[in-house]
């Protein structure tokens, strides 16, 4: 494993409790940040941050990222936990369902669109002021590979993770002069818990459009995203990093 320099830096990670967010937790914090977890879920939480705390000090939140007033006094108490914030990553979603467009209701469609996009929206808006104060930051927002390529029976997923990953690039403009950095990573298929959620024949599906013949690994995402935190990244800015073995082509 290349140890990214990650000395001194500061940490947001949403979604952090399991899975890719932990994987994404670990590896920073093996690199030398300090992180803060966040996420809805209590007993995963404090399980991950007991194991993480082998590698150093961790703050943990419960946070529901798609709750303005959480996500704002979430921000607020980490940043002072820390000391300051350089980085945030935004990897907090849920799949949603896996139906036709006539079976999905109105409030499963909302439910998957305020955690996946307007969660994404709050913690930016949040964390930006703090990184401004430092004149420094990277931001990466977790997209799909289904941002831009779509997949039945995913729709509200679908359209939730194409705004995630248009946001990158406005918010990539508005703050390029300012040393923030922001970009999303799109991944295809990571071999989380997340897929339990999907059906076999869906994955099948999925993983028969990946040259590689299989799906990502955590570490592999995860080293994707210390990198995107780093300051070895630092002429990209508004860009769609594919993690997807090969499926995605533009």
């Known amino acids: 494993m290349n140890r990214i320099d990650l000395n001194g830096r500061r940490a947001i990670i949403t979604g952090g409790a399991k899975g890719l967010g932990a994987g994404i937790a670990k590896r920073l914090m093996i690199s030398g940040a300090r992180v803060s977890i966040w996420d809805i879920g209590t007993a995963d939480l404090a399980a991950t941050a007991k194991d993480l705390s082998a590698h150093g000090d961790v703050d943990m939140r419960v946070v529901d990222v798609s709750d303005e007033g959480q996500v704002e006094a979430a921000t607020e108490e980490a940043v002072a936990a820390m000391g300051g914030l350089d980085i945030l990553v935004n990897n907090a979603g849920i799949g949603g369902p896996n139906k036709q467009i006539t079976e999905i209701s109105l409030a499963e469609w909302r439910q998957v669109y305020d955690v996946n996009a307007t969660g994404t929206f709050l913690c930016c808006r ?61 991944p295809a298929t990571i071999t989380t818990d997340f897929l339990q959620s999907r059906s076999q024949e869906h994955l099948e599906t999925v993983k028969a459009r990946i040259p590689i013949g299989r799906f990502a690994e955590v570490g592999e995402a995860a080293a994707m995203v210390a990198w995107l935190c780093s300051e070895e990244l630092s002429y990209s800015t508004g860009a769609a990093f594919d993690l997807s073995g090969g499926r995605l082509i533009y």
């Open 126 to 186: 949040a964390a930006v002021p703090h990184l401004e104060r430092n004149g420094y930051g990277r931001i990466v927002n977790i997209s799909s590979a289904n941002a831009k390529e779509g997949n039945p029976k995913t729709i509200p997923y679908s359209a939730a993770k194409s705004a995630v990953m248009t946001m990158t690039k406005s918010l990539a403009k508005e703050l390029a002069s300012s040393n923030i950095l922001v970009n999303c990573v799109a």
